[in-house]
């Protein structure tokens, strides 16, 4: 299996080996560590994120938008 995974800081996209499924990778551009969730997992996320366009959004540092 292959994971199409997005860096949250730089938005750079990597296809990884499904083996990096529910750890923590680096970017391989910026450094950026950040978790690549289980293929059951990616349902889930997707909904969250649907549910906040329009809504007000907290960044890992708290800081808000919208």
Not at 42 to 65: C, M, N, S
């Amino acid at each position: 299996m292959e994971i199409i995974a997005k860096c949250p800081e730089c938005g750079r996209t990597w296809r990884l080996d499904g083996s990096v499924a529910d750890r923590r990778i680096r970017c391989k551009h910026c450094g950026r560590l950040f978790k690549v969730p289980k293929p059951e997992q990616v349902p889930k996320a997707a909904e969250v994120i649907e549910q906040a366009k329009g809504t007000i959004y907290v960044d890992e540092d708290g800081k808000t938008y919208g």
